[in-house]
């Protein structure tokens, strides 16, 4: 294989300046070329479930944090919520 690779080399090094643009730009564009539909789509589904899973997990915890624990009602919660924020009384309502 590294025979095959010197006489590729060496052929190369015998075109002309445009034919090894042409060359180049043929490669790049092979290289460029759009992956494998199943490895997009996979890709692509994986990133839908990571998205999924942050969503979820802020609003679960969103809920969490707005639940009422046990053994306070609505008001005791509202008050102790506003205290932790800095506030120093509580909204009547």
Do not use: C, Y
């Amino acid at each position: 294989m590294a025979h095959s690779i010197e006489k590729i080399e060496e052929d190369i090094r015998s075109l002309s300046v445009t034919e090894k643009l042409e060359l180049l730009r043929s490669l790049i564009a092979e290289l460029d070329a759009p992956a494998d539909n199943d490895v997009e789509r996979a890709w692509l589904e994986e990133a839908q479930r990571r998205h999924r899973e942050l969503v979820e997990e802020k609003i679960r915890k969103r809920i969490q944090f707005r639940s009422v624990p046990p053994g306070l009602n609505g008001n005791e919660h509202h008050a102790i919520r506003l205290r932790n924020k800095g506030k120093t009384e509580a909204v009547q309502r």
